[in-house]
């Protein structure tokens, strides 16, 4: 079994920046991807990045544009969620999950989630 618990999540303005993290505990060596999907109030999760654990690779959603960077931390089990020029259409709740690997992120096929962090874009 993995845990996941999200970080990093406020208030901010259009054009501003903030760094998620994800922090996996538990079973970790289980952990073959991750991802990040969000999900706006009345909307469908949607995909935004996700890492390959086994070798580092990356994938993003096609609504990131550029704009978001996902990396990781091996010792600490912990992956971010990087998120430049942001936009209020960016605002939701911003979930990390363990993925068979990062074909889940368009599938929204996870084993483990976290409860989220909200992400709120507004001037």
């Known amino acids: 079994q993995v845990q996941l618990v999200e970080s990093g999540g406020g208030l901010v303005q259009p054009g501003g920046s903030l760094r998620l993290s994800c922090k996996a505990s538990?079973?970790?060596?289980?952990?073959?991807?991750i991802g990040w999907f969000r999900q706006a109030p009345g909307k469908e999760r949607e995909g935004a990045s996700c890492?390959?654990?086994?070798?580092?690779?990356?994938q993003y959603g096609d609504f990131v544009k550029g704009r978001f960077t996902i990396s990781r931390d091996v010792v600490n089990n912990t992956v971010y969620l990087e998120m430049n020029s942001l936009k209020p259409e960016d605002t939701g709740l911003y979930y990390c999950?363990?993925?068979?690997?990062?074909?889940?992120?368009?599938?929204?096929?996870?084993?483990?989630w976290g409860r989220g962090t909200q992400v709120t874009v507004s001037s």
């Open positions: 999950a363990t993925l068979y690997d990062c074909r889940g992120l368009r599938l929204g096929i996870g084993a483990y």
């Open positions: 538990g079973s970790t060596r289980i952990i073959r991807a």
């Open positions: 890492l390959d654990w086994r070798d580092g690779s990356t």
